[in-house]
């Protein structure tokens, strides 16, 4: 039966097709809020199957599927939920959220318990052979989800990340993962096939990076292989792709990822990419591969908090059979950097240079053993940061780079100065055009790509982007 809103002096009522009035079905209407308020994926994703009871002193519970669900929609919507509440019953209503005893058993995310310091392994690589035979990559068999360390900059990615693994194919898909390089984006896709493989050895996994996708395609092609190539990718369980932005610029590639990708989200396969960037930044990426990736679960990792970075040195202390003091987490955690990788790296360095020496590790050998890695900013970069140094080095003024000037002693600082926000700011495509004179976001990516080739083709260009990413104190 088709229902509207209808709003009378009463408070809301759905309406039915007949006109007739219905006595107010108050969940139905604070779904239909809720669903005004947020994106349909949000809605999917954190509304859906929520249910609302009433109860007798006038306060509204809210029933949610499981303690993540709970946790997020308490920590991120609960503005909404008062909105949509207040709108459904023409007042205010104290809220309270509890997990659906009647709700089909959560997959295991109760984030109050993921904080996981891992178990003692070494760190060796390793082959899956359950893993289909053309992955090209080994799973690494730390990157499990029980070493990977929960913070805010993850949680999210961690918990949708865990879901997947959970019932591939039936919670978010595609599964899209992205963020700057560094930050777990491997670990988790690593953790999703060791999750899986371990629930059901028989499932048939491909897991690779991009790279090898391109490469096996072009091959196809050479070899006039391409139904095998088709044959293979198309019939897996779960495909998991890790550094899909590698997509850009390639044309025939993303044609044929196009194709594997419907026919796999067709027969309700898992979809699993990673990227350094979200699907509508990654350059000349096609529009309807940009909405295919948009439409299952779009999650960020973000850069560790200061607690996350200690917890992460002492975890991959820990991996190595060794313990971090407090005082030299902390000073590592501090000076360091927030990319993980390079925390793994000082935390390798430390515990190989206090064996060498034999002496126990403190804050004074750690300032030695660091030093060169300890990053000399203190504050993050601004884009007055970034401009102030690519306007003193090609001599140009602010006023030139904001103008509509575009030859090239002008535009090729511009876009240096844009491939530079870009990298080592947070600013969006949108504010980066908008602090170079108004740019629209194309210009910055086209920019961006530009000169992200140079650098790949002329080493004396690579150059130069170090050196002034030196002088911005990098
Ligand atoms: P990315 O793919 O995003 O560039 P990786 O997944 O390769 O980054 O992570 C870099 C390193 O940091 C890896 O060794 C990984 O184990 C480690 N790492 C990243 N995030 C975490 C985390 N939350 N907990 C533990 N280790 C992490
Ligand atoms: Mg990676």
Not at 43 to 55: A, C, K, V
Not at 124 to 130: H, I, L, Q
Not at 355 to 368: G, Y
Request: glycine share 4%; with cysteine.
């Amino acid at each position: 039966m088709a229902a509207v809103l209808a709003e009378t002096a009463g408070g809301w009522y759905l309406e039915t097709h007949s006109g007739e009035r219905e006595a107010p079905a108050r969940e139905d209407a604070f779904l239909l809020h809720v669903q005004e308020l947020v994106t349909p994926q949000q809605f999917n994703t954190w509304f859906r199957h929520i249910t609302l009871e009433e109860l007798r002193d006038q306060g509204v519970r809210l029933l949610v599927p499981n303690l993540f669900v709970r946790d997020w929609v308490s920590n991120y919507y609960s503005d909404i939920l008062a909105l949509a509440v207040r709108r459904a019953f023409g007042e205010d209503r104290s809220i309270s959220l509890a997990v659906d005893p009647l709700a089909p058993p959560p997959p295991r995310l109760d984030v109050a318990t993921t904080m996981s310091m891992g178990t003692q392994s070494v760190a060796t690589p390793m082959f899956v052979d359950t893993l289909d035979r053309s992955s090209d990559t080994v799973l690494h068999e730390d990157y499990t989800f029980a070493n990977f360390v929960v913070g805010s900059s993850n949680r999210f990615a961690y918990a949708a990340a865990s879901a997947v693994a959970e019932a591939p194919g039936k919670s978010y898909n595609p599964f899209f993962l992205h963020g700057s390089v560094g930050l777990g984006k491997t670990h988790l896709l690593q953790a999703v096939c060791h999750q899986i493989l371990e629930r059901d050895p028989s499932t048939l996994m491909l897991y690779l990076s991009c790279e090898a996708f391109i490469n096996q395609f072009i091959s196809s092609l050479e070899n006039n292989a391409l139904s095998t190539f088709r044959h293979k990718y198309r019939n897996v369980d779960v495909l998991l792709i890790d550094d899909i932005h590698l997509l850009a610029n390639k044309e025939r590639t993303q044609e044929e990822f196009f194709h594997t990708f419907n026919t796999l989200y067709n027969l309700g396969r898992q979809i699993v990419l990673t990227s350094d960037a979200p699907p509508k930044e990654i350059p000349t990426l096609q529009e309807r591969l940009v909405s295919r990736f948009k439409m299952g679960m779009v999650v960020e990792v973000g850069t560790p908090d200061f607690e996350t970075r200690v917890n992460i040195l002492r975890n991959k202390a820990r991996l190595r059979g060794q313990t971090l003091p407090d005082d030299v987490a902390h000073f590592t955690a501090e000076n360091v950097s927030t990319n993980i990788r390079e925390l793994e790296g000082a935390v390798v360095r430390l515990l190989a240079y206090s064996s060498l020496v034999k002496q126990p590790l403190n804050v004074e050998l750690a300032r030695e053993v660091l030093a060169d890695s300890m990053s000399t900013r203190t504050t993050a970069i601004s884009i007055q940061d970034v401009v102030s140094i690519v306007t003193r080095f090609f001599n140009v003024k602010l006023s030139d780079l904001q103008s509509k000037r575009r030859n090239q002693s002008i535009a090729y600082p511009r876009q240096i100065g844009m491939y530079l926000a870009r990298k080592h700011t947070r600013l969006s495509l949108e504010e980066i055009g908008g602090y170079f004179g108004g740019r629209d976001h194309t210009t910055v990516l086209y920019a961006i790509e530009k000169i992200k080739k140079m650098i790949d083709r002329e080493a004396a260009k690579a150059d130069l982007i170090h050196r002034l990413e030196r002088d911005i104190g990098l």
